[in-house]
């Protein structure tokens, strides 16, 4: 009787609440700060807006209407268990009566940030720069992204060049929240 379906699941849901928080490193923050020269897909402009997903994880921006360089400034938050999956972004123009156009999409990788984090800060000037992540084939990067100890926090700030599209470029910033409770990065 112990071994009845209904009671069994209940156990499990409780326990992969528990053993989320055990996988879990923390919070990354990604401030979406804005878009540069984005493709125009309405008659002259666009309606953009921007997807985050990270595993099953799916977040997105509000859209800013009529503008191919919008400004968000909104940060998004997506939970760490697995710092090699790599954060997939894809810029959207909003359409009211079809289907929203895709313009273009990036990927990164978080492995040197999530290193960067690991390390001791204590006594260090806030703006050093603790490592720079260089353009290639593998990332998405438009330029030098530097990972960076700014009051008390490990930031890094990347350009992304929007692939599949004719232009288009995304800044975003990436900060750091660490959670009671959570494995952590040690």
């Avoid at 990354?28 to 020269?37: A, E, F, T």
């Avoid at 921007?50 to 595993?55: D, L, P, R, S």
């Avoid at 760490?80 to 895709?102: E, M, N």
Wanted: charged share 30%.
């Amino acid at each position: 009787m112990a071994d009845s379906p209904g009671g069994g699941k209940h156990q499990g849901g409780s326990k992969s609440a528990a053993s989320l928080m055990e996988n879990l490193l923390g919070l990354l923050r990604i401030r979406v700060k804005r878009g540069v020269n984005l493709a125009v897909r309405d008659v002259r402009s666009s309606d953009p807006y921007i997807v985050i997903k990270m595993g099953k994880q799916k977040l997105k921006t509000r859209v800013i209407k009529k503008d191919v360089n919008p400004e968000w400034n909104e940060d998004l938050t997506l939970s760490v268990t697995d710092p090699s999956i790599p954060v997939k972004l894809t810029v959207y123009d909003h359409d009211t009566f079809s289907k929203d156009d895709k313009m273009g999409d990036a990927e990164f990788g978080i492995v040197p940030y999530i290193e960067a984090l690991k390390m001791d800060y204590e006594g260090i000037p806030s703006g050093t720069i603790i490592t720079r992540v260089q353009p290639c084939r593998q990332n998405c990067l438009s330029e030098e992204s530097s990972i960076r100890w700014s009051e008390g926090k490990v930031v890094q700030d990347l350009c992304l060049r929007l692939r599949n599209v004719e232009c288009g470029e995304v800044e975003i910033q990436l900060q750091w929240i660490d959670l009671p409770g959570s494995k952590g990065l040690s």
